[in-house]
């Protein structure tokens, strides 16, 4: 059994594989290809062990673009690709977005925004060390972000009511989840940053419907629009670029990118399937679905409690086992906590 997820880096510069290599080595295991055609015999024979390709768009015979045009037509659109490239011109980006490939890594490589990417691409929580100074910042970021975020709710005609049940749900459920779980390894300080990133889950809507006035609904023709809402909210989130953010940064835009994915692997955008998808997400999507369910009736008692737990556990490949029971093992704290709303 792999101890890491598995990283193919694909570049004709050995310098450049040396390099990354030497960033991502600690954090994932890795292999190599010198040129397009050693990488789609690597991606051929390792599709299903794979997790993630860096892949340089300039090389010889068969460039970047060639392995993703071969790719396609091999089917293979369950490994995330990030470009390496110089410089990310409108022309690849426009190219890359026909792949459904949306990250780029920039030559020359920043050390920390390459490692943060791929583990929160790969849903791998980084260890940071939270500083006095990082949560004084972290929480300021959070003001700011929410009070932008509210305005457009409240000029949408949204209640920000649910957005802060989901947030408050959440970390019941994450406090659970730590108090249970031999794998949890929250403290009080994560847990609340967190449970507070579970507020901006959908925050790329805001970005969408400035973009055409409107949000794109799945029903609508235009889907590919409306998924595109995800990658959006954490690009939106990670247009703070400070060290102090980071962790909060690297969680809430994981939640905005993955927060419809699903743990059978038929979400999007990525279709990530089972433990890739990180599990705060996992109850992030947990603690929406079951707050649209139990918000509509305003007894808030364990019985209909049981009944809200029991339909959001008939769509079971949402989210994993752990999950369900999480929640079902939280109904005492959950229900109290709406009662006091009343």
């Not at 059994?1 to 450049?16: A, G, W, Y």
């Not at 100074?133 to 000029?155: G, N, S």
């Amino acid at each position: 059994m792999k101890k890491n997820k598995t990283v193919l880096i694909v570049d004709d510069s050995e310098i450049d594989r040396v390099v990354l290599r030497n960033i991502l080595g600690e954090d994932f295991e890795i292999e190599e290809a010198e040129n397009g055609y050693s990488a789609m015999e690597e991606i051929l024979r390792g599709r299903d062990s794979l997790d993630a390709i860096l892949l340089d768009v300039s090389m010889p015979v068969l460039d970047g673009f060639g392995v993703l045009r071969l790719m396609k037509e091999k089917e293979i659109s369950d490994i995330p690709v990030f470009l390496i490239t110089a410089e990310a011109t409108k022309d690849n980006v426009e190219r890359a977005v026909h792949y459904n490939v949306t990250e780029f890594i920039r030559k020359p490589f920043d050390k920390d925004s390459v490692l943060d990417r791929v583990k929160l691409k790969l849903g791998v929580v980084s260890d940071y060390t939270l500083t006095d100074h990082d949560i004084e910042e972290t929480t300021k970021y959070i003001v700011e972000l929410k009070a932008l975020y509210d305005k457009y709710l409240l000029h949408s005609g949204k209640a920000l009511g649910h957005y802060e049940r989901v947030s408050a749900v959440l970390k019941i459920l994450l406090n659970e989840y730590s108090a249970s779980s031999r794998n949890a390894e929250l403290d009080g300080t994560r847990i609340d940053i967190i449970s507070k990133a579970g507020y901006f889950y959908n925050i790329g809507s805001m970005v969408l419907a400035g973009r055409d006035g409107r949000v794109t609904k799945k029903e609508d023709a235009d889907k590919e629009a409306y998924q595109s809402h995800t990658i959006l909210g954490a690009d939106l989130v990670r247009l703070n670029y400070s060290r102090h953010c980071r962790f909060f940064v690297q969680v809430c835009a994981d939640m905005c990118i993955h927060h419809h994915e699903r743990y059978d692997g038929k979400g999007f955008p990525h279709k990530i399937m089972g433990d890739n998808n990180l599990i705060y997400t996992q109850l992030c999507r947990l603690a929406n679905r079951f707050d649209s369910v139990f918000s509509h009736n305003k007894e808030y008692s364990e019985m209909q409690f049981e009944i809200a737990c029991n339909e959001v556990q008939k769509d079971k490949g949402a989210v994993c086992a752990e999950a369900f029971k999480v929640l079902e093992r939280s109904k005492s704290a959950i229900t109290l906590y709406y009662q006091m709303l009343k």
